[in-house]
């Protein structure tokens, strides 16, 4: 069974503040996902990356994937009370399910 | 609005009482799935479905059953619910990624909250 490792489980901030959060495996994904969820609803995907190495930017978050395909980081820029929210990694392979990883939960302080 | 609606959203049962929790997804997609929810442990897959009459087991499939007569719906039912299955359900909905042989969630529900006395 492939595994998914985040880090920080828990991570505060303030508002303003960098951070990166970090989603890795021993196992090779052909691609990789991003979700937020907030409380009470269901996750909500920011992005897919496919290609090791590969950044993708979603207005102030950036995403990397890398090259060997095994980890990904996610990295925002002057962080708002809007960000906070559970993010998690998911990955997939050809043919199997995806998994998610365990999540790291954002708490932006204004 | 595309979207996959889950009811009831929240339910409280005892140990043994049959029970569905209804999925259904306007987005006309081919792949959906349940996932279940756990402190500590994320999201971990319980069935899927790559069509219609079409469904497989996850990670996670003792103790649940899945159908799929249409495309648009996706129950999920617990014959014979027990504590351990106290937790929070997502159902997802996809496009099927013909060259990844699966499905790649993408819209989720809001959940179903459900507690086994």
């Known amino acids: 069974t492939q595994l998914l490792e985040q880090s920080p489980q828990f991570l505060s901030i303030q508002e303003g503040e960098n951070l990166t959060v970090y989603c890795n495996s021993s196992?090779?994904?052909?691609?990789l996902q991003w979700y937020r969820q907030e409380p009470g609803e269901g996750p909500v995907l920011l992005v897919t990356?496919?290609?090791?190495?590969e950044v993708k930017k979603l207005k102030r978050l950036t995403f990397q994937f890398g090259d060997a395909r095994k980890d990904s980081s996610l990295h925002i820029t002057a962080a708002q009370p809007g960000d906070t929210g559970l993010y998690l990694c998911?990955?997939?392979?050809?043919?199997?399910?995806?998994?998610f990883g365990p999540g790291t939960r954002l708490s932006v302080l204004p | 609005e595309a979207q996959v609606t889950q009811n009831p959203r929240y339910l409280i049962t005892v140990t043994g009482k049959k029970l569905t929790v209804t999925c259904s997804q306007n987005?006309?997609?081919?792949?959906m799935s349940w996932y279940r929810q756990d402190p500590g442990l994320g999201l971990r897959q319980i069935y899927y479905?790559?069509?219609?009459?079409?469904?497989d087991k996850g990670d996670v499939p003792e103790g649940y059953k899945v159908s799929r007569k249409e495309k648009r719906n996706f129950p999920l039912i617990l014959e014979s619910p027990s504590p351990n299955q106290t937790s929070l359900y997502f159902c997802?909905?996809?496009?099927?990624?013909?060259?990844?042989?699966?499905?790649?969630?993408?819209?989720f529900g809001d959940g179903t909250r459900l507690s086994i006395l």
């Open positions: 997802a909905s996809s496009v099927l990624i013909q060259n990844t042989g699966t499905g790649q969630p993408q819209h």
């Open positions: 196992s090779v994904f052909s691609s």
């Open positions: 990356v496919v290609t090791g190495g």
């Open positions: 998911a990955g997939g392979n050809y043919g199997q399910n995806f998994v």
């Open positions: 987005m006309n997609h081919e792949y």
């Open positions: 479905s790559m069509n219609v009459e079409v469904t």
